[in-house]
C-alpha cells in the first residue's frame, strides 16, 4: 500500500515570499503520478499541479514549481512571491500509473497563511 | 468548466438516522469517488464508482454504501448514521484514461454533524 506524509501541519510567510511544502512518500510502483491540490477557506479542492513519475523534468505551473526526487521519494511544492489567494490547506497525493482509473492517496495536508 | 455538486453544504441528523448524501457532475465523466475529510487525516477514500451500477470498496468502507443508477449522480448512504461519521465529504468524479492527465474534480463538500 501507499502513503503520502506531509510532516508540515501548519505554514505561515509573508506576502511575496518564497515558502515550501514537503511531502514523502513510499511505494514499490516504478511509474505513477503525484499531485498537489489546494483546498481555500470554504472553497472547493483544486488541482495545483502534477508531475508524472516518469519525466525527470520538474512540473512548473506559473508561481507554482515541484522538487520531485524520485529516489529519495520526496515531493516538495515551491511557492514563489505569494499572494493572499494561496492562503489555503495543500494536499499532496499520489496515484497510481493504470488507466487513468485508479485512486488517489493523499497526505494529511499543510495549512498554509499568507501574512499580509 | 466542471461541475460537480453536492446537494448539501451542511446537514444535521440524528443517531439511527438513514442519511443520503447526494453528488452530481455534469461532465459525462465514468469515475465518481467519495472522501471523507478530517482534521489530521487528509482525505481517505470511502467507496468509488469506474460506471453505472459498478462500485469498489475503498479504504474505510465500513457503516457506508453507495449507489450508481446513473452515470452523473453518486451517493453515499449511512444506513445508521453515528456520531463518529460526523465529517466532511468530498465528492469527486474524473474522466478515465492518460488523456485526463487522472485529475480529480472536486465538489464543495457537504459537513455532516451527527448528533
Known amino acids: 500500500a501507499q502513503t503520502v506524509t506531509q510532516s508540515q501541519p501548519e505554514m505561515s510567510v509573508q506576502e511575496a515570499e518564497t515558502v515550501t511544502l514537503s511531502c514523502t512518500y513510499d511505494t514499490s510502483e516504478s511509474n505513477y503520478y503525484l499531485f498537489w491540490y489546494k483546498q481555500p477557506p470554504s472553497r472547493q479542492m483544486i488541482l495545483v499541479i502534477r508531475?508524472?513519475?516518469?519525466?525527470?523534468q520538474n512540473a512548473t505551473e506559473n508561481r507554482f514549481s515541484v522538487n520531485f526526487q524520485k529516489a529519495a521519494k520526496s515531493f516538495s511544492l515551491k511557492i514563489s512571491d505569494s499572494q493572499l489567494g494561496d492562503t489555503a490547506m495543500y494536499f499532496c497525493?499520489?496515484?497510481?500509473?493504470?488507466?487513468?482509473?485508479?485512486?488517489?492517496?493523499f497526505g494529511t495536508g499543510t495549512r498554509l497563511t499568507i501574512i499580509p | 468548466d466542471v461541475k460537480v455538486t453536492q446537494s448539501s453544504r451542511y446537514l444535521v441528523k440524528r443517531t439511527g438516522e438513514k442519511v443520503f448524501l447526494e453528488c452530481v457532475q455534469d461532465m459525462d465523466h465514468e469515475n465518481m469517488f467519495w472522501y471523507r475529510q478530517d482534521p489530521g487525516l487528509g482525505l481517505r477514500l470511502i467507496y468509488f464508482?469506474?460506471?453505472?451500477?459498478?462500485?469498489e470498496k475503498g479504504d474505510i468502507p465500513e457503516g457506508y454504501s453507495v449507489s450508481r443508477e446513473k452515470k452523473e449522480r453518486f451517493s453515499l448512504i449511512l444506513e445508521s448514521a453515528s456520531t463518529n461519521q460526523t465529517s466532511m465529504y468530498l465528492c469527486a468524479s474524473s474522466p478515465p484514461g492518460q488523456l485526463a492527465k487522472n485529475i480529480q474534480y472536486f465538489g464543495a463538500g457537504t459537513r455532516l454533524s451527527v448528533l
Open positions: 464508482s469506474y460506471d453505472v451500477k459498478m462500485k
Open positions: 497525493a499520489f496515484m497510481k500509473h493504470r488507466g487513468g482509473n485508479e485512486k488517489l492517496t
Open positions: 508531475q508524472e513519475a516518469y519525466k525527470q
